[in-house]
Nanobody, 121 residues
Framework: QVQLVESGGGLVQPGGSLRLSCAAS????????MGWYRQAPGKQREMVAG???????IYGDSVKGRFTISGDNNKHTVFLQMNSLKPEDTAVYYC???????????????WGQGTLVTVSS
């Protein structure tokens, strides 16, 4: 089994910054890619950013130039640096690991429980 735990959410003023962290535990050996999604109240979950084991990154259009994803596949952690935050960034942020190799076999994906980010003055 693999468990993902996010941290770093909270309340921040518009224009501020937050850094989210996600750590995997369990019998994980590696993941093909890691990423962040978010879901705002009344809206569908959307992709925020992703990073492959090779270091390639992808970002949702609404966060390009403001958010930066980084990760350490050896330490099974992924981070999301969020700058110039806007009220519309308010959402629950979820991390995900995809195509995970574990000691007992492969897992297609795993999700964290989410961390709330609120951008408000």
């Amino acid at each position: 089994q693999v468990q993902l735990v996010e941290s770093g959410g909270g309340l921040v003023q518009p224009g501020g910054s937050l850094r989210l962290s996600c750590a995997a535990s369990g019998s994980i050996l590696s993941a093909n890619s890691m990423g962040w999604y978010r879901q705002a109240p009344g809206k569908q979950r959307e992709m925020v950013a992703g990073i492959t084991s090779g270091g390639s990154t992808i970002y949702g259009d609404s966060v390009k130039g403001r958010f930066t994803i980084s990760g350490d596949n050896n330490k099974h952690t992924v981070f999301l640096q969020m700058n110039s935050l806007k009220p519309e960034d308010t959402a629950v942020y979820y991390c995900t690991f995809v195509r995970i190799t574990t000691l007992s076999g492969d897992i297609s994906e795993a999700w964290g429980q989410g961390t709330l980010v609120t951008v408000s003055s």
